[in-house]
């Protein structure tokens, strides 16, 4: 409920300033909650303009159960613009999440037990949604690991190292960054897991520990 208090009045402010105003009249704007219990947490900020063609729509914290509800609300808007503040669905990143997207025997179980492949691809290629801004955090061997975008530049990979230093891992371009092959890069440039560098066991995690980037890792 704090999250969804503090990005609401965000998601209202970006439908208010894409949406024209005429003759110096703004725009309505209208808030629907979404979520079946009723709680606030998804939401659909919309705008009604002078003009239908400039509409806008913003889903707030959308999470994989309001899939229907993009593919209707983007059906109806057409080439009118859709948004999406501070989505759910990538909140995890791991295995399932790798599988459910390799296609083959096991992707659909994978999908099904939690990987948000499916889901994803109906974004990004059904609906053709394209992330704009995005900074995600997770945990990697004990360590915490953020990719980082504003378009139009790369994806971008960092760590914290063992001071609270900000580590560059390098980039990913256009497509976003895989945590399964983070994962295999930090091997391939011998960080170990935290617990080992903090009890002395493994070296620590400084920028010098990083000698192969993530668009140079060739990953097996």
């Known amino acids: 409920m704090q999250l969804y208090s ?11 300033s894409l949406s024209p105003s005429s003759a110096g009249v703004p725009p309505k704007l ?9 709680v606030d947490g998804e939401a ?34 057409k080439q009118r613009l859709v948004l999406m503040a501070n989505p759910q669905y990538r909140e995890s990143d791991d295995t399932l999440d790798a599988i459910a997207g390799s296609g083959g025997l096991f992707s659909k179980m994978a999908g099904f037990l939690g990987g948000k492949a499916a889901f994803v691809q109906a974004l990004d290629v059904e609906l053709g949604f394209e992330t704009t801004f995005c900074l995600e955090q997770f945990v990697i061997r004990g360590t915490e690991l953020k990719y980082y975008r504003s378009f139009p530049s790369a994806w971008h990979v960092f760590l914290t190292g063992d ?3 900000s580590i560059y891992l390098g980039c990913s371009g256009d497509k976003r960054p895989d945590y399964n092959k983070v994962e295999n890069l930090l091997g391939a440039n011998g960080v170990a897991v935290k617990y080992l560098r903090d009890l002395g066991k493994a070296e620590e995690l400084t920028e010098a520990s990083i000698s192969v980037l993530y668009e140079d890792f060739e990953d097996s």
């Open 6 to 16: 503090a990005v609401s009045p965000l998601a209202e402010q970006l439908v208010r």
């Open 30 to 38: 209208r808030e629907q909650q979404l979520s079946e219990s009723g």
């Open 44 to 77: 659909l900020w919309t705008s009604e303009c002078a003009s239908a063609g400039d509409d806008v729509s913003c889903f707030v914290q959308p999470t994989s159960e309001q899939l229907a509800n993009l593919r209707a609300v983007c059906g109806s808007a």
């Open 163 to 165: 001071a609270g230093e």
